[in-house]
């Protein structure tokens, strides 16, 4: 089964500053898809951003990027000049093309901005 | 464009109480749906996840039903509340197929059991 690893339970970073999540997966299929959540205080979830495995070219928003190794089943989400809005939990998702209806989240790193 | 409706928002409810919580979406049709827990500070817990009317997978053994009686319409219940059903509860909603990419999630219910 497949499974979604992030390793820093919590982080910090200063405002303006850049700060790199980890995220790892476990999956012995070759066509799925990867997202970066965040849900801020008011525990909406709303999508970072999203990499597709296919894509060599890793994915791309605004100051948001990922660092997408396939090989190494890593799929890190880097965000640059951060901002006291960036301050949320930030959870790493599965998505199997085979097994399709379902998706697979990581534990979650709780990520606070530093004025 | 498609919407997502939780409700009720906050939820408190003695122990051995019943639950219903609704969850709808707008916009589409013959949706995924899915049901989730979050403890405090924890990750999403899959409950309940359905591809069709009537068709409802379980994941995860407990005192939870989940009922979708139409299509944009997923229901999560309980005959009887236990303490450790206290939690934030997800719906999400996935359009069918494997071409679709990511979940879209409602507001979330705050359940507390006393």
């Known amino acids: 089964a497949q499974t979604v690893t992030q390793s820093q339970p919590e982080m910090s970073v200063q405002e303006a500053e850049t700060v790199t999540l980890s995220c790892t997966y476990d999956?012995?299929?070759?066509?799925?898809?990867l997202f970066w959540y965040k849900q801020p205080p008011s525990r909406q979830m709303i999508l970072v951003i999203r990499?597709?495995?296919?894509?060599?070219q890793n994915a791309t928003e605004n100051r948001f990027s990922v660092n997408f190794q396939k090989a190494a089943k890593s799929f890190s989400l880097k965000i640059s000049d951060s901002q006291l809005g960036d301050a949320a939990m930030y959870f790493c998702?599965?998505?199997?093309?085979?097994?399709?209806?379902?998706?697979?989240f990581g534990p979650g790193t709780s990520l606070s901005v530093i004025p | 464009s498609q919407t997502i409706h939780q409700w009720p928002a906050t939820l408190v409810q003695p122990v051995g109480s019943p639950l219903s919580l609704e969850c709808t979406v707008e916009?589409?049709?013959?949706?995924?749906l899915y049901w989730y827990r979050q403890a405090a500070g924890r990750g999403l817990q899959l409950l309940f996840y359905?591809?069709?009317?009537?068709?409802i997978s379980s994941e995860v053994p407990q005192n939870l039903s989940a009922s979708r009686p139409q299509d944009r319409q997923f229901i999560l219940s309980s005959k009887k509340l236990l303490l450790s059903d206290s939690g934030f509860y997800l719906c999400?909603?996935?359009?069918?197929?494997?071409?679709?990419?990511?979940?879209?999630f409602g507001p979330g219910t705050r359940l507390t059991v006393t």
């Open positions: 999400a909603w996935l359009p069918q197929g494997m071409y679709s990419y990511e979940q879209y």
């Open positions: 999956t012995s299929e070759s066509d799925y898809y």
């Open positions: 990499q597709e495995a296919y894509k060599q």
């Open positions: 998702a599965y998505r199997s093309q085979a097994s399709y209806d379902k998706v697979i």
């Open positions: 916009g589409t049709s013959n949706p995924n």
């Open positions: 359905s591809v069709g009317i009537g068709q």
